[in-house]
C-alpha cells in the first residue's frame, strides 16, 4: 500500500494558485480513474486508487499547507505505512514551469508543506516535484504562488495532469526515471 499525498490549501479562493497543484494532481488522478467522491478523513480528503496490483490511498490534506505534515501522519499511523511508502506532489519554484522531477529525501528547500512533512515523518518520502518556475526575485515569491495560473499556463498545465496522470503506473511500481521519461516525452508533442 502507498500513500500519495498532494500539497495545497483547502477551499475555492485557493483552486487555481499555483500552490495548489499538488491538490491538481490528486484530483487529475481521481478524475482520470474515475473514483468516487473523497471522504473525510485524517484531516484531509480521501480516496482509493488501484494501479495494477498497488493500492493507493490518495489524500488531500486540509489542514493548509503550513499543517500538511499532521494530516499525513494521523493517514500513515492508521494504515501503518513508512515514509518509504509516501509520495508527495507539491510546487517547486526551482524547476522550470511545468517540468517534473522526482526524488526521495532531502530538505524543505523553503516550502512550508514540505518542512511540515519532514517536521511530523522525516525527510525519507518520495517526492514529485511539479515545476511552477520562480518570479525573478524573492521579494515576489509569496505572490507568485499564491497567485493563480495565468490564462496562458492553462493548457499545459492541463497537459501536465494528463501526463502525470496517464504515467502513475510508473511511479506506483517505484520506476521513477521511467515515470519523469514517459511525463517529458508526452509533454513534448
Same mark, same amino acid.
Given at each position: 500500500?502507498?500513500?500519495?499525498?498532494?500539497?495545497?490549501?483547502?477551499?475555492?479562493?485557493?483552486?487555481?494558485?499555483?500552490?495548489?497543484? #499538488?491538490?491538481?494532481?490528486?484530483?487529475? $488522478?481521481?478524475?482520470?480513474?474515475?473514483?468516487?467522491?473523497?471522504? /473525510?478523513? =485524517?484531516?484531509?480528503? &480521501?480516496?482509493?486508487?488501484?494501479?495494477? @496490483?498497488?493500492?493507493?490511498?490518495?489524500?488531500?490534506?486540509?489542514?493548509?499547507?503550513?499543517?500538511?505534515?499532521? @494530516?499525513?501522519?494521523?493517514?500513515?499511523?492508521?494504515?501503518?505505512?513508512?515514509?518509504?511508502?509516501?509520495? &508527495? =506532489?507539491?510546487?517547486?519554484? +526551482?524547476?522550470?514551469?511545468? /517540468?517534473?522531477?522526482? /526524488?526521495?529525501?532531502?530538505?524543505?528547500?523553503?516550502?512550508? !508543506?514540505?518542512?511540515?512533512?519532514?517536521?511530523?515523518?522525516?525527510?525519507? =518520502?518520495?517526492? &514529485?516535484?511539479? !515545476?511552477?518556475?520562480?518570479? *525573478?526575485?524573492?521579494?515576489?515569491?509569496? #505572490?507568485?504562488?499564491? *497567485?493563480? =495560473?495565468?490564462? @496562458?499556463?492553462?493548457?499545459?498545465?492541463?497537459? $501536465?495532469?494528463?501526463? $502525470?496522470?496517464?504515467?502513475?503506473?510508473?511511479?506506483?511500481?517505484? +520506476?521513477?526515471?521511467?515515470?519523469?521519461?514517459?511525463?517529458?516525452?508526452?509533454?513534448? +508533442?
Amino acid at each position: 500500500m502507498q500513500l500519495w499525498v498532494g500539497l495545497g490549501n483547502p477551499g475555492p479562493t485557493y483552486a487555481m494558485h499555483r500552490h495548489n497543484i #499538488g491538490f491538481m494532481a490528486i484530483d487529475a $488522478l481521481a478524475e482520470i480513474h474515475d473514483l468516487p467522491l473523497p471522504a /473525510k478523513k =485524517f484531516q484531509g480528503w &480521501v480516496q482509493e486508487l488501484r494501479l495494477g @496490483s498497488e493500492k493507493i490511498i490518495l489524500l488531500k490534506p486540509a489542514t493548509f499547507m503550513n499543517e500538511s505534515g499532521r @494530516s499525513i501522519r494521523a493517514a500513515m499511523d492508521f494504515y501503518k505505512l513508512e515514509p518509504k511508502d509516501v509520495t &508527495v =506532489f507539491y510546487d517547486e519554484l +526551482d524547476l522550470a514551469p511545468f /517540468k517534473v522531477k522526482v /526524488k526521495t529525501g532531502g530538505g524543505a528547500a523553503g516550502h512550508n !508543506g514540505i518542512r511540515s512533512t519532514i517536521d511530523h515523518i522525516g525527510a525519507e =518520502f518520495r517526492r &514529485v516535484r511539479l !515545476g511552477i518556475g520562480h518570479p *525573478g526575485h524573492k521579494d515576489r515569491v509569496t #505572490g507568485y504562488v499564491l *497567485g493563480n =495560473f495565468h490564462k @496562458s499556463e492553462i493548457d499545459d498545465l492541463a497537459d $501536465l495532469l494528463g501526463a $502525470l496522470s496517464a504515467e502513475a503506473d510508473w511511479l506506483a511500481k517505484g +520506476d521513477d526515471v521511467r515515470f519523469m521519461n514517459d511525463v517529458a516525452l508526452r509533454l513534448q +508533442d
